[in-house]
């Protein structure tokens, strides 16, 4: 069984900045591609960014420049640092990750729980 548990969400001012973590446990082989998606109220789930295994970051357009997301091999986390939050980031953050849980076995796609992020303007 495979679990991705996000942390560092809340309520922060317009302006500020906030740190997400994401951590994989359970049975895992090897964790190839993490990210980080969003989800506001009333609109689909959206790209936030996602990084490679080796390290390849790839972010969304509309917010390269104010957020940086990162990972850490040895402890299966991957962050997200945002940073000069507006009122429109405000949603629940869900962590992904393509995961290999054994040997010989296919990569399958796993969601975290989501962690509100909530701007105020």
């Known amino acids: 069984q495979v679990q991705l548990v996000e942390s560092g969400g809340g309520l922060v001012q317009a302006g500020g900045s906030l740190r997400l973590s994401c951590s994989a446990s359970g049975s895992i082989f090897r964790i190839n591609t993490m990210g980080w998606y969003r989800q506001a109220p009333g609109k689909q789930r959206e790209l936030v960014a996602t990084?490679?295994?080796?390290?390849?970051?790839n972010y969304a357009d509309s917010l390269k420049g104010r957020f940086t997301i990162s990972r850490d091999n040895a402890k299966i986390t991957v962050h997200l640092q945002m940073n000069s939050l507006k009122f429109e980031d405000t949603a629940v953050y869900y962590c992904?990750?393509?995961?290999?849980?054994?040997?010989?076995?296919?990569?399958?796609?796993?969601w975290g729980q989501g962690t509100q992020v909530t701007v105020s303007s």
């Open positions: 990084i490679s295994r080796d390290g390849t970051p």
């Open positions: 992904n990750a393509g995961i290999v849980p054994g040997w010989g076995l296919r990569e399958s796609n796993y």
